[in-house]
């Protein structure tokens, strides 16, 4: 065997090596932006040993009982307002590893250009989940719309609203449907990640739009258990890397803000 080929098959065994060692680490995740952005890391820590499993998921249920039932590691998909009302609602125990970016949350609509223009009992849909129905609501009264009792509240419902003028009527729905439906009502209060799948602009078609202070920082999310693990923290630092703040600004240029 010549010199070449002797090096060829050093580094076909090295390269096999590398990946019978290397520790697999699976990730539940909406599929825009989070499978992206994990998509984008996977060369990276490939080469320091973590081989990322990338799992799609299209709702907000799964990806949070599939880490608790130890059938994936880690997910990627929730703020921490969701984690915290999931673990007291479910009884889980799942933990924050690190932030990573904020989806500013917006309110779309087919029938109008500007919520001056909702008429009196227009129907507006909001996500039926606590928190983000709550954001929702938060982000109306911002916009003038309605009042609610406690004007910070973040899981508060419609029953919540003090004084509504206008006597918009509320349709609190799975949140990834909300842009399928848009065209049957007036407004709807919209999960970025779910806007964006749609093809929805959030600069561009959002009516309003939460600002960049918005609390709402997505999550990797993980268990007590393997949270401290050397893959995760690889993870965790690689969705942290200036080249994943990068991507994040080139792909979605504001859609999508890093939290970092």
Same mark, same amino acid.
């Given at each position: 065997?010549?010199? +070449?080929? #002797? ?5 076909? &065994?090295? %390269?096999? #090596? $590398?990946?019978? /060692?290397a520790e697999e680490?699976?990730? @539940? @995740? ?13 060369? &990276? ?11 799609? /998921? %299209? ?8 880490? *608790? ?7 990627f998909f929730q ?19 690190? !932030?990573?970016?904020?989806?500013? /949350?917006?309110?779309?609509? #087919? +029938?109008?250009?500007?919520?001056? *223009?909702?008429?009196? !009992? ?30 910070? +509240? ?7 609203? @003090?004084?509504?003028? +206008? ?19 007036? $407004? &709807? ?8 799948? =749609? ?5 561009? *078609? ?6 960049? *202070? ?31 703040? &990068? ?7 504001? =859609? $999508?803000?890093?939290?970092?």
């Open positions: 065997m010549n010199l +070449k080929k #002797s090096l060829a098959a050093l580094a076909a &065994a090295a %390269t096999v #090596s $590398v990946a019978a /060692f680490l699976s990730v @539940a @995740a909406t599929p825009v932006p989070h499978a992206e952005i994990l998509e984008f890391v996977k060369p &990276a820590l490939a080469e320091q040993g973590v081989e990322l499993d990338v799992k799609v /998921f %299209t709702d907000y249920i799964q990806p949070n009982i599939q880490v *608790d039932q130890k059938r994936m590691d880690a997910n703020h921490q307002p969701y984690l915290d009302e999931f673990n007291a609602g479910r009884g889980t125990n799942l933990v924050t590893v690190t !932030g990573v970016h904020v989806e500013p /949350f917006g309110a779309y609509s #087919s +029938k109008i250009d500007s919520l001056e *223009d909702l008429e009196d !009992g227009a129907v507006v849909a909001i996500p039926n989940d606590p928190t983000n129905g709550g954001r929702a609501l938060l982000l109306l009264q911002k916009a003038g719309l309605i009042t609610l009792e406690d004007a910070s +509240k973040i899981t508060a419902t419609p029953r919540d609203i @003090a004084d509504n003028p +206008k006597g918009l009527d509320f349709k609190e729905l799975e949140a990834a449907t909300l842009p399928r439906i848009l065209n049957q009502v007036d $407004v &709807a209060l919209i999960n970025t990640n779910y806007a964006l799948e =749609a093809g929805l602009n959030p600069t561009e *078609d959002a009516l309003v739009i939460e600002g960049s *202070d918005s609390p709402y920082v997505n999550i990797l999310v993980a268990r007590p258990d393997n949270k401290d693990s050397e893959a995760m923290k690889k993870l965790a630092a690689a969705l942290k890397s200036d080249e994943v703040k &990068a991507f994040i600004m080139d792909s979605y240029e504001g =859609a $999508v803000v890093p939290a970092f």
